[in-house]
């Protein structure tokens, strides 16, 4: 079976008939569907829409997530507390007579999988395929194997990473798929390599693989890392790989060097098997190679699928004066020429729909006529949450110089996550320290696709504040620029390629610790934000447009697929050879 499109396939756009099979851990499918956390499932969504708009011949592979992420709660406290997220896939997805089998602990585990019809603007279709344990005959542990998303420990981890990325590959021959491409989103699916090395080799894990087999695994493999640091890329003991995997495989990846400081490393692992490698921001390819130097690490920076993440009234404004700007993201550049009322009036209305969810939910009633920040993200401390409560004192001065000041919060922490969960309480108990009648600070729980939607559009200003670098990319920011709103944020990630100074935002400067990023933070929000907000409307519209039509016509899937598809998946010299493939085939 392959995917359906409304117009067939040429040489000139993609060789063959074969697709991209796509692996993510995450995939943010549905608002519905629990199966994503936060950034890289967002992001793994977003890319899968674009290719669908721009029909590219791909098919996506995740896991089902039966029991979600999770449900946050917190009380008054901050305290978080998690609930199960269970949803039925059958719902939403069709299931398919697929099996396949993959080894876990010496336990044959089956796997089935369900899919998802994602269809485009043309009414091509992108099949993603939710991988799943639950079936009868499997151990009641390995049923409960693709039920939670990032839940139990490091075994659990590596059991998960077996069935996606060894039981994806075999899925996607099992379903009928010719595969040219198989993109690793991220080092979960690396052990796919393995699976196709395998299936090199007869279909199991004894034999020696020449340099032949081993550049043809690499011929069909890419691969986007998204850590910025070590600690982030997953590594397993050399006794749980035993154990888990197989001594067999373990001494071949020890052999093939896939292990790393003494411990199997996923994304050494996905380096040494793909011909085209990158980070996801010009920043984030540096410190990529830095970290992995003996690998040609690209850069294709992230993006989000616009039609997505532009909110109703920016949509109906867009519409009203360049409609084409769906099919073609960089149609948003016309936004330089909009009238700044109109602008204006298309974000006062996504501003009152977003204090309307946060009265709905908290009670709270802000003022629309306010200067609002935005500050929503997973929780993790390099994130900094509290940077803009390090000198409390001076951002009440700010707020009351403004005439008011609100700051609305959102995050989860993961649940093992005992730091991030602290500094959720530390932010709450400051906004209960802090907030008075100049200076009203909201922390919304439970943040998800639709609250990101709202707070992304209706804010003033969206604020982040990682310690450098360890941030990949960041798409929250992107989001909001596709909406006009500007960012006030640390030179990390997108940023360094997205701020231009007064233009599309502000820089946050970089100091020595928290305390000088902190006064750089206030300096520009006493000396360029709160000023502009204030005094000068129609120069406010001015910037809101600049940031639509300069950040919102490059941070975007539509032109990062497009990336991908020249760079890594189909570059001019893999299009010839295949060409010559499929005559000597019809030959």
């Given at each position: 079976m392959q995917p359906t499109s409304s117009k067939p396939f040429s040489y000139e756009t993609f060789p063959s008939a074969g697709v991209v099979a796509y692996f993510s851990m995450e995939i943010a499918i549905n608002p519905g569907m629990p199966t994503y956390s936060g950034g890289l499932g967002v992001l793994a969504g977003d890319t899968l829409r674009s290719a669908a708009d721009l029909g590219v011949p791909l098919v996506a592979f995740t896991l089902a997530h039966r029991k979600g992420y999770f449900q946050q709660r917190l009380d008054l406290k901050g305290v978080q507390s998690e609930e199960v997220q269970q949803w039925n896939p059958s719902d939403f997805c069709i299931e398919e007579p697929a099996r396949v089998t993959v080894s876990v602990e010496d336990r044959i585990v089956t796997v089935r999988c369900w899919r998802y019809d994602l269809i485009g603007r043309s009414g091509h279709?992108?099949?993603?395929y939710l991988l799943d344990t639950d079936l009868e005959g499997n151990s009641g542990w390995d049923r409960g194997l693709t039920d939670h998303l990032y839940g139990g420990d490091t075994n659990y981890r590596l059991q998960q990473e077996i069935v996606l990325g060894m039981g994806g590959a075999r899925m996607a021959n099992a379903l009928g798929h010719r595969?040219?491409?198989?993109?690793?989103?991220?080092?979960?699916?690396?052990?796919?390599t393995l699976a196709l090395l395998e299936s090199l080799l007869g279909g199991g894990p004894l034999g020696a693989p020449t340099e032949a087999d081993l550049a043809l695994v690499r011929q069909a493999c890419v691969f986007t890392t998204h850590t910025p640091v070590p600690a982030g890329h997953d590594r397993f003991s050399t006794e749980q790989t035993i154990r888990i995997l197989g001594g067999d495989r373990t001494a071949r990846l020890e052999k093939l060097g896939c292990f790393r400081d003494g411990m199997l490393n996923m994304t050494q692992l996905a380096l040494r098997f793909s011909r085209y490698a990158n980070g996801v921001a010009l920043q984030h390819a540096k410190v990529s190679r830095a970290m992995f130097p003996e690998f040609a690490i690209d850069s294709i920076t992230n993006g989000v699928h616009a039609p997505t993440w532009v909110s109703e009234p920016i949509q109906e404004m867009l519409d009203a004066n360049f409609s084409p700007w769906r099919r073609d993201n960089l149609y948003l550049r016309n936004a330089i020429d909009l009238p700044e009322k109109e602008i204006l009036a298309a974000h006062a209305r996504a501003k009152d729909e977003l204090l309307a969810e946060?009265?709905?939910?908290?009670?709270?009633v802000l003022n629309a006529k306010v200067l609002t920040l935005g500050f929503a993200r997973r929780v993790a401390t390099y994130k900094r949450a509290t940077l803009l409560f390090n000198d409390p004192e001076r951002l009440l001065e700010i707020?009351?110089?403004?005439?008011?000041?609100?700051?609305?919060?959102a995050g989860k922490a993961h649940p093992q996550d005992e730091p991030g969960k602290a500094l959720i309480q530390q932010v709450i108990e400051d906004a209960a320290k802090f907030s008075n009648h100049v200076l009203r600070i909201v922390y919304l729980e439970n943040y998800d696709w639709g609250l990101g939607?709202?707070?992304?559009?209706?804010?003033?200003v969206w604020v982040n504040t990682p310690k450098r670098p360890y941030e990949a990319s960041g798409t929250s920011g992107?989001?909001?620029a596709l909406n006009g709103v500007p960012s006030l944020s640390i030179l990390d990630g997108w940023w360094i390629e997205g701020c231009i100074e007064g233009f599309t935002g502000w820089a946050i400067e970089d100091g020595a610790d928290d305390v000088e990023e902190a006064a750089s933070l206030y300096k520009k929000l006493e000396t360029a934000v709160v000023?502009?907000?204030l005094a000068a409307p129609e120069q406010w519209g001015r910037l809101m447009r600049n940031t639509l039509a300069f950040n919102g016509s490059y941070f975007n899937t539509n032109r990062m697929v497009k990336q991908y598809t020249r760079n890594a998946y189909y570059p001019v010299k893999l299009i010839e050879q295949a060409k010559v493939e499929e005559e000597a085939f019809a030959d």
């Open positions: 279709v992108v099949p993603i595969v040219n491409v198989h993109h690793m989103n991220e080092g979960h699916a690396a052990l796919l946060v009265a709905a939910r908290t009670g709270q707020a009351t110089a403004a005439g008011g000041l609100q700051i609305i919060y939607a709202l707070l992304t559009a209706g804010v003033d992107m989001k909001a000023p502009l907000y």
